[in-house]
Each structure stands twice: as structure tokens, then as C-alpha cells.
């Protein structure tokens, strides 16, 4: 029969056997948990494996950052090289185009020079049309011939000039225009690979923007943890300065008794054993057994029930004290008949099975500990 504690809201003498409940009500180990030195312990470990990784990720943000710096420098030399790439290209056109101009004046120079040719060559036929001898003889003017003598001379100097000038032009049009060519095509052909290049850079800048994002989300989230953590290094060194200051005695209790020989705290089927893995970083530290909704949990031995409330992995969850450092933890229960301070008699039912604290299945999650560390539970529980 389960007999009420003359304060039930106050916890019972001999805290030192309470640390671990301590160390749960503080939410540590939602799998199981040991005394709060040890959850002291392991806090600080994982502090100072924060203070590595932090370290760590701080250097790699400032080394992204720095690569995220180097991709912009290389855009904008992109970018610049193309821009002179383009006045290159511009250039050479102007050049093409003044080149050509000056072709234009002189085929206008050439066909003028067509012109007095055509001119040229009808005085000449009129010339060669008379008798050199008449003229000679005085039959005809010798003034007119010598105008006309030095008028040819002059006028195929010229011609030949023009023409020689007209074909070097010609040539230095035709070779210009391959030359250009040539170069506009390759300055084409790299100013298509500059911009392959600054298609490249702009993903790489994407890609390491989204690096740095994940890795400061990271880092955000380290942080956070790691105050979290820092938040509980304090709690759980106050808690144990208080609890270290009282060693009195819990009560009458008759303890546990021998290994094998305990009853079954509820009529059920094994579903998890202990030590099984349960994520891939835990492993069970108790046994589920798979019961009917609303199933009695019966208490395995005599003892004061040390918590009675709901807590953070176990949902409604009752641990009961049989003294010489043993417990026994009732957890995923629907309801809790007993309360904080009770005492409870072996086999005496102080919960129904449940599915509280988000486990998958209905059924009822069990541990025993001896001096704040899980373990198996089979072996303390008689063999069916």
C-alpha cells in the first residue's frame, strides 16, 4: 500500500543519493544520465570540444571569406579585360574604316586619273596621226609638238604615280583587312573564353557565398549550444557546491534485492534491450517493454519514490529510491498514482503504461541504476 510522505513537496535527506535525479531534472542525458560530476565532467568535454570547433570553423569562415574575396578581384579583372578587349576590337574597326577611306579617295583619284587618260590617249592618237617629218620640216608648228611632248611626258609620270600609289593601297587595303581579320576573330574567340571564364567565376562566387551561409548558420548554431552548455556548466556547479553539504539519511528502506529474483514491472513483450543502439551516436540504457495502453506498472521493490512528474525523453516518468544506491525508473507512463516522497511496497502498481515523452510505441521504458549508472535490467528481473 503506498504510504504518503508527511511533505510531499519536499525532497527527502541524503541528497547526495539524488544527484542524478538532479542531473535529469536539469535535462541532461534524455537517454539515461549519470551524477551531476560526471554530467559536470562531460559538459566541460563538450565546452571544450565547442572551443576546438569553433576555433576551427572561425578560421575556415575567414579562409572562405578570403577565397569569396579573391573570386570578386578575379571578376573584376574579368570584366576589365573585356572592356579592353572591346576598345581593342573598336580600335581595329577605326583603323579598317579610315584605311578604307583612304582606299575611297584613291580609286576617286584613280578614276580621275582614267579620265585624263582617256584624254591623254586621244591626243596622242591625234598626234601620232600627223608626219613626224612635216613636223620637223617646219610644215607644221614645232610649238604645239613640244607642248604636246612635254604634256605626255608629264601626264604618264603622273599616271604611273596614281597607279603605283592605287596599287599599293589596293595591297595594303587587302593585307590590312586579312590582318584585322585575323585579329578581331581572335579577339573574338577570347573575349568568348574571358566570358566562359566569368561564367565560371560568378558560379564559384555562388557556390562559396553558399559555403560561407552553411557554415555560419553553423557557427551560429555552435554558439548557441556552446552558451547553452556554458548556462549549464554554472547550474550544475552550484547545484553540486548545494547538494555536496548534506549526507543525511534517506529513511528505512530494505533494498533491492538479489539479481534474477525481482518481478517483471509490467505484463509485456521485450521490444528494446539494454545496450541496443538507438540513434546511431546512443544506445538503449534501460528495456522497453511493449504493453496495452493503461497496463499496471508495478514498482519491482520497496522504496521512496524520488521524482513523480514528467521530464524531457521519458514523458511521465516515476523513480523510486531502494536505498543502498539503487534505483528504478518507470518511464512513457499514461498516469503516475504515486507522488514525490511516497513509499511504495514491492509489487505495488504506481503507474499505467502510456505513450508519453514521444516514444513510438505504447509500452513502458525501464531502467535500474546502481549508484547513478544504468544497467541491464534483465539480469535483476526473474527469468519467464
Known sequence: MIRRAAHLHAPPRGLPKYLALAALALGFGTHGAEDP???LATVVERLNA?????????????ERQRQFADVDHKIADNVRQVRNLDDQVDAAEDELHKLRAEGRRLDKARREQQRLVSAHLRDAWRF????????????????????????HTRFAETRGKVINELRGTAEAIRRTETELGNQQRQLEALRGSLLEQR????????????????????????????????????????????????????????????KGDLPWPVEGQVQHRFGEARTRRTRWQGVYFRAPTGSEVRSIAPGRVAFADWLRGFGLLAIVD???????????????????????????????VGQSGGHSTVGLYFEIRESGKPTDPLAWLARR
Open 50 to 62: 565547442l572551443d576546438t570547433w569553433l576555433d576551427d570553423a572561425g578560421a575556415r569562415l575567414t
Open 128 to 151: 601620232s596621226e600627223r608626219d613626224p617629218l612635216k613636223v620637223w620640216l617646219n610644215q607644221e608648228d614645232p610649238a604645239t609638238f613640244e607642248r604636246l611632248a612635254r604634256y
Open 37 to 39: 560530476q560526471s554530467e
Open 322 to 352: 531502494h536505498g543502498d544506491d539503487r534505483m528504478s525508473l518507470y518511464g512513457a507512463a499514461d498516469s503516475l498514482y504515486v507522488r514525490l516522497g511516497d513509499w511504495v511496497e514491492r509489487g505495488e502498481p504506481i503507474a499505467s
Open 199 to 258: 561564367q565560371s567565376l560568378a558560379n564559384e562566387r555562388t557556390s562559396r557565398a553558399r559555403l560561407i551561409s552553411e557554415l555560419q548558420s553553423d557557427l551560429n548554431a555552435r554558439s548557441r549550444e556552446h552558451e547553452r552548455l556554458a548556462a549549464s556548466r554554472e547550474r550544475l556547479g552550484s547545484l553540486l557546491a548545494r547538494l555536496k553539504q548534506d549526507s543525511g539519511p534517506v529513511g528505512r528502506q530494505d533494498g533491492i534485492g538479489a
